[in-house]
């Protein structure tokens, strides 16, 4: 419990290390070295490398995890510290909140160009260049609610199960699936492990985020009846099968539409604004304090 509490003080205070000294830089690296030595040849060829590429990055980042641990087990304040880091580089609340809070404040001044450059900064791959200002603030209301399972919830899940092993095992598949879980020429193959690895091992974190947020709706003023009911209705309309749980879950909580074009439309209403993406922050934040909580009990009863 001590190693949760202390990784989250570390993420509020501190936020992101430099990349040459955050760990999932390294997996990104060793991944990326892995893709471009990938062979051409048939679809099972590309399949056989990824599957093997995924499995290595994960087992080298779990086992990196446990040996780093139980090295400095024998030093209680060091232990600590470094546990703590190592747990802490597995999710990460302050740099979520903070590049969606940038959309907001570059939208809420006016600034529709700085509003696009920093979702493709930070928060997006699709192309920002032609989003108006509903289109730019959904995306910002999508990647948080979204993210809220694979940068807070899902890290936290897997090190109250099995500790920071585990953590680090899902955030290698997780990176993995960022880098080549794509439909996209020789990815669609390639990273086909990583992507269906990635949803299962999302699949229970997803609707905990989801259920987090209807209760986040409650909390901060929303409908949580609405969070509800939409998350019910509309939650497997995306391709992902999570990631439209807590997109639809919020949609529902602020009685938005949440789009992107030619792929999903998810709630009703009109699209969030400025004002919109504070709401959203509002209740992401509930989520992520009841997330938090209940994963302190969680490791206070299973660890």
């Given at each position: 419990?001590?190693?949760?509490?202390?990784?989250?003080?570390?993420?509020?205070?501190?936020?992101?290390?430099?990349?040459?000294?955050?760990?999932?830089?390294?997996?990104?690296?060793?991944?990326?070295?892995?893709?471009?030595?990938?062979?051409?040849?048939?679809?099972?060829?590309?399949?056989?490398?990824?599957?093997?590429?995924?499995?290595?990055?994960?087992?080298?980042?779990?086992?990196?995890?446990?040996?780093?641990?139980?090295?400095?087990?024998?030093?209680?304040?060091?232990?600590?510290?470094?546990?703590?880091?190592?747990?802490?580089?597995?999710?990460?609340?302050?740099?979520?909140?903070?590049?969606?809070?940038?959309?907001?404040?570059?939208?809420?001044?006016?600034?529709?160009?700085?509003?696009?450059?920093?979702?493709?900064?930070?928060?997006?791959?699709?192309?920002?260049?032609?989003?108006?200002?509903?289109?730019?603030?959904?995306?910002?209301?999508?990647?948080?609610?979204?993210?809220?399972?694979?940068?807070?919830?899902?890290?936290?899940?897997?090190?109250?199960?099995?500790?920071?092993?585990?953590?680090?095992?899902?955030?290698?598949?997780?990176?993995?699936?960022?880098?080549?879980?794509?439909?996209?020429?020789?990815?669609?193959?390639?990273?086909?492990?990583?992507?269906?690895?990635?949803?299962?091992?999302?699949?229970?974190?997803?609707?905990?985020?989801?259920?987090?947020?209807?209760?986040?709706?409650?909390?901060?003023?929303?409908?949580?009846?609405?969070?509800?009911?939409?998350?019910?209705?509309?939650?497997?309309?995306?391709?992902?099968?999570?990631?439209?749980?807590?997109?639809?879950?919020?949609?529902?909580?602020?009685?938005?539409?949440?789009?992107?074009?030619g792929h999903y439309r998810l709630g009703a209403g009109p699209a969030p604004d400025a004002a919109g993406i504070e709401r959203a922050l509002a209740v992401a934040r509930w989520a992520c304090g009841l997330c938090l909580a209940a994963a302190v009990l969680a490791v206070a009863i299973l660890r």
């Amino acid at each position: 419990m001590n190693v949760l509490l202390v990784a989250l003080a570390m993420d509020l205070t501190l936020g992101e290390p430099a990349n040459r000294w955050h760990p999932v830089a390294w997996i990104g690296r060793l991944l990326g070295r892995g893709v471009r030595l990938a062979p051409q040849g048939p679809p099972w060829v590309l399949l056989l490398h990824g599957a093997l590429l995924v499995l290595i990055g994960t087992a080298v980042a779990a086992a990196a995890a446990w040996l780093v641990a139980a090295r400095v087990s024998g030093w209680p304040v060091l232990g600590l510290l470094v546990e703590a880091w190592l747990l802490k580089c597995t999710f990460s609340v302050r740099r979520l909140f903070g590049a969606v809070g940038e959309v907001q404040r570059a939208l809420a001044g006016g600034r529709l160009e700085g509003a696009r450059r920093a979702l493709a900064l930070h928060l997006v791959s699709r192309p920002t260049e032609d989003l108006d200002e509903g289109a730019a603030a959904s995306a910002a209301v999508e990647s948080l609610a979204e993210n809220l399972t694979d940068s807070v919830v899902a890290p936290l899940c897997f090190f109250a199960v099995g500790g920071l092993p585990a953590a680090w095992a899902y955030r290698a598949v997780n990176t993995a699936d960022a880098m080549i879980g794509y439909r996209d020429g020789r990815l669609e193959h390639l990273g086909k492990l990583a992507a269906r690895l990635d949803d299962a091992l999302n699949l229970l974190p997803a609707r905990l985020a989801a259920a987090a947020l209807v209760a986040g709706a409650w909390g901060a003023g929303e409908s949580g009846r609405g969070a509800w009911r939409v998350w019910r209705r509309d939650g497997g309309l995306t391709a992902s099968p999570n990631a439209g749980q807590t997109m639809a879950a919020m949609a529902g909580a602020l009685g938005v539409t949440l789009a992107k074009r030619g792929h999903y439309r998810l709630g009703a209403g009109p699209a969030p604004d400025a004002a919109g993406i504070e709401r959203a922050l509002a209740v992401a934040r509930w989520a992520c304090g009841l997330c938090l909580a209940a994963a302190v009990l969680a490791v206070a009863i299973l660890r």
